[in-house]
């Protein structure tokens, strides 16, 4: 029981985790819902040792907007933020320290858009780490080049994306949005659309996932009390709990 004394630590808003590198440093990153400046930045966990880390993650943002959301690479060296404010940057897992933020060069990329203009809401990396992935509020989804930290794409959507899934088992992205809808995009033919979920859910779309290994199926989870799965080749809803 709290009894009205802060821990520290306002609730997890968002988390991920590497398990290649929890034996040789902390592995997992949070994000936390606070309207306290130093409760909201983003924290690294160890798994193996079921403990927070002392190293804090340094961000050159981080003292401008609270962060909204993270993601951690397959291989655990990198760590990426994403911020109220729309930007997003990326750190060392093992160090902490900021690796650079994520720009656009407008003298190549002017047909993609600038960045984020409104809260980044999800962020994923293929298996890679050449592709990122991030979902905003701003009703797009921007494809970056990771090593170069630059944009390469934007994809605009009728409403704002709430939630983002990358699959690296096949560069397929999922993201929910404020309709009730869900959507996959293809990363290696360009954010293609390849299946389109209207009515998804009869509220608020909190999460959502592949099936593993196979990734047949979708499974998301909702504020009306359900858990529903799709299958992805028909685009049909197969189960409901």
Same mark, same amino acid.
């Given at each position: 029981?709290?009894? &009205?004394?802060?821990?520290?630590?306002?609730?997890?808003?968002? +988390?991920?985790?590497?398990?290649?590198?929890?034996?040789?440093?902390?592995?997992?990153?949070?994000?936390?819902?606070?309207?306290?400046?130093?409760?909201?930045?983003?924290?690294?966990?160890?798994?193996?040792?079921?403990?927070?880390?002392?190293?804090?993650?340094?961000?050159?943002?981080?003292?401008?907007?609270?962060?909204?959301?993270?993601?951690?690479?397959?291989?655990?060296?990198?760590?990426?933020?994403?911020?109220?404010? &729309?930007?997003?940057?990326?750190?060392?897992?093992?160090?902490?320290?900021?690796?650079?933020? +994520?720009?656009?060069?407008?003298?190549?990329?002017?047909?993609?858009? &600038?960045?984020?203009?409104?809260?980044?809401?999800?962020?994923?990396?293929?298996?890679?780490?050449?592709?990122?992935?991030?979902?905003?509020?701003?009703?797009?989804?921007?494809?970056?080049?990771?090593?170069?930290?630059?944009?390469?794409?934007?994809?605009?959507?009728?409403?704002?994306?709430?939630?983002?899934?990358?699959?690296?088992?096949?560069?397929?992205?999922?993201?929910?949005?404020?309709?009730?809808?869900?959507?996959?995009?293809?990363?290696?033919?360009?954010?293609?659309?390849?299946?389109?979920?209207?009515?998804?859910?009869?509220?608020?779309?909190?999460?959502?996932? +592949?099936?593993?290994?196979?990734?047949?199926?979708?499974?998301?989870?909702?504020?009306?009390?359900?858990?529903?799965?799709?299958?992805?080749?028909?685009?049909?809803?197969?189960?409901?709990?």
């Amino acid at each position: 029981m709290n009894d &009205g004394v802060s821990t520290g630590h306002g609730p997890v808003r968002q +988390f991920d985790f590497s398990q290649y590198r929890e034996r040789d440093w902390q592995n997992v990153l949070t994000c936390h819902e606070s309207a306290n400046a130093d409760e909201s930045r983003p924290f690294l966990w160890s798994y193996a040792n079921h403990t927070i880390s002392k190293i804090p993650v340094k961000s050159t943002q981080i003292n401008s907007s609270p962060v909204t959301s993270v993601a951690v690479s397959q291989c655990g060296n990198f760590g990426i933020l994403g911020f109220q404010n &729309g930007v997003i940057s990326k750190f060392s897992m093992q160090t902490g320290k900021d690796k650079g933020v +994520f720009t656009v060069d407008m003298s190549k990329y002017a047909s993609s858009g &600038g960045p984020h203009t409104d809260e980044v809401t999800g962020l994923g990396l293929d298996v890679l780490n050449r592709y990122m992935v991030s979902c905003s509020l701003d009703k797009t989804i921007k494809l970056w080049d990771f090593y170069r930290t630059k944009l390469s794409m934007t994809y605009t959507h009728s409403h704002p994306i709430d939630n983002l899934f990358y699959n690296r088992q096949n560069d397929l992205v999922a993201f929910s949005s404020s309709e009730l809808s869900i959507s996959i995009l293809n990363v290696k033919t360009g954010l293609k659309k390849v299946r389109y979920f209207p009515n998804a859910a009869s509220n608020k779309i909190t999460d959502i996932c +592949f099936s593993q290994p196979d990734a047949k199926w979708l499974i998301c989870s909702s504020m009306d009390k359900c858990i529903r799965v799709w299958d992805i080749v028909t685009g049909s809803l197969i189960d409901w709990v």
